[in-house]
């Protein structure tokens, strides 16, 4: 009976009531389109449904496919005055207030997510933030076992009202962008704290790469073993009891308890493969972006995990630029900065980073110096949106500016010395402070010491009287290191180093 009635439905309200045409939520009141380019919009309708795309005097027809999937290309806009865009089939969407700018994905965990409320000098912040042409996109944040089509979220306008809950990195990078370019600027967003790189990553590319076939082993038999039918009941029992114990502190007056976590949605985002990437990535395929900022590896910095990072980020890189199709759209990331970290690898992170910078059109915002040692969630976020902003400006959009903090380019071994050369000096190397710090030296022994170092033109000679005839050379090489080599932009210098020992 119910399947007659389901069929007398589709009969008789099939051609209105399932051909109405659907955008993805991305595409909604006050987006922010990437200018020149020819920008995709897509979205649903009925199998074969002739749908008009219009904007900005440019009309675009296509027809919907058998699967109900229809997408069209807009030729560049090159207006930055607000928009309407017209989706039209048996019924019409209206999209207000669209803006054609640059348009950057924000992602990663904490830092990423790190709000402008939370940032250093907040209510100075918030009383400039008049800035109605810088945008963000906030996606929920979800996981999912399997790629989705839609991503909700919506558009908010920088003000001082919203601008608290905009990413800090990604705002203060989108400011200095926009006072440069004088151009609108979207933030697509997202990002889920005390997440690890391979949740980000899909699971087909992962699975496919053998340098991660131990990992991926690793993480599918932790989840063999976990009993989530256990830990669900155990959950429930704790809940129970936290709201009566939230009850009766309210009644007297009391702070509540912290509330149990779902110990399944924690496992999830704890091993799950790719879960991020097809919750709060795949569906923004393959909205227009200019480029992609990047803020995580805190959460792959344990010892047995952070060998593998160096695999991973040129690996996540690789497969978004894939299934973008945009060819190699610029991809920039923050380097972790100082932490004391106990129990954590942070240098072999920056290490992998640094070394990241062989993938073309890639750059790095160097941070060794703007971390808080005993605050994993440093707030200074402005300087690191400046730095980031420096590389976009320099190698993005060609203005003229240093792009990087000076980066080793190469070392010679001249009797008792090692000659480190930089390259991203801009015009010359600087200590701030009396003595170049940061510097060790080693002999073929593989012993540590610290060593005197000395500027010279766009070199560093670095020396000991412990070490007679040195090998290798580390500068910055540990998770809270004392360092103090910047180039003439006032950018520190990269920790590095020129063995591969254990």
């Known amino acids: 009976m119910k399947r007659q009635l389901f069929l007398f439905a589709v009969m008789l309200f099939g051609p209105v009531a399932f051909a109405e045409v659907r955008l993805p939520a991305i595409f909604s009141d006050h987006m922010v389109l990437q200018r020149g380019t020819d920008a995709p919009v897509w979205g649903w309708a009925a199998a074969d449904e002739e749908v008009t795309v219009a904007i900005a005097g440019q009309t675009k027809k296509t027809v919907a496919g058998a699967d109900g999937k229809w997408m069209v290309r807009l030729s560049p806009i090159k207006s930055t005055e607000p928009l309407q865009l017209t989706v039209s089939g048996t019924n019409a969407l209206k999209v207000q207030d669209v803006l054609a700018g640059e348009v950057w994905l924000c992602s990663g965990q904490s830092n990423m997510a790190f709000r402008v409320s939370q940032a250093v000098n907040f209510e100075q912040e918030q009383a400039a933030a008049n800035l109605p042409q810088i945008r963000m996109f906030l996606t929920e944040r979800k996981t999912a076992k399997e790629p989705q089509a839609d991503a909700q979220g919506k558009w908010i306008i920088a003000s001082p009202e919203t601008v608290g809950e905009f990413t800090a990195a990604g705002y203060f990078f989108a400011r200095e962008i926009y006072k440069e370019l004088h151009v609108p600027v979207g933030l697509v967003h997202s990002s889920v704290g005390g997440t690890a790189i391979e949740l980000w990553i899909s699971a087909e590319a992962q699975r496919s790469a053998p340098e991660l076939r131990s990992e991926m082993e690793a993480l599918d038999q932790e989840n063999r073993d976990f009993d989530a039918a256990a830990a669900t009941d155990r959950y429930r029992k704790a809940l129970a ?36 990437y097809n919750a709060m990535i795949a569906p923004l395929i393959p909205y227009a972006l200019r480029g992609a900022l990047w803020y995580q590896g805190e959460a792959n910095s344990t010892p047995g995990r952070a060998n593998l990072y160096q695999y991973q980020l040129p690996l996540l890189i690789k497969d978004w630029r894939t299934r973008w199709g945009q060819g190699d759209f610029p991809f920039a990331w923050v380097q972790l900065p100082n932490f004391n970290g106990p129990g954590r690898n942070w240098p072999l992170v920056r290490e992998a980073m640094l070394k990241t910078l062989a993938v073309p059109h890639t750059g790095m915002a160097v941070a060794i110096d703007i971390g808080e040692p005993d605050n994993i969630h440093p707030k200074n976020k402005q300087e690191v949106g400046r730095r980031l902003s420096m590389w976009a400006l320099g190698a993005v959009y060609g203005k003229h500016c240093e792009t990087s903090g000076p980066l080793a380019s190469g070392h010679s071994i001249k009797g008792g010395n090692i000659v480190v050369r930089f390259k991203h000096t801009e015009g010359r190397l600087v200590s701030k402070g009396e003595e170049v710090r940061g510097f060790q030296i080693a002999g073929a022994d593989k012993r540590w010491v610290p060593a005197a170092a000395r500027i010279s033109g766009s070199s560093v000679v670095v020396s000991s009287p412990e070490v007679k005839e040195p090998v290798a050379v580390r500068y910055a090489w540990a998770n809270n290191p004392d360092c103090n080599l910047y180039n003439g932009a006032g950018i520190p210098a990269s920790p590095f180093r020129t063995d591969d020992w254990e």
Do not use: C, N
């Open 241 to 276: 009891r936290w709201k009566t114990a939230a009850a009766e502190a309210k009644a007297a007056g009391k702070p509540a308890p912290r509330a149990p976590q779902d110990p399944v949605a924690l496992q999830e985002r704890k091993t799950g493969i790719g879960v991020l």
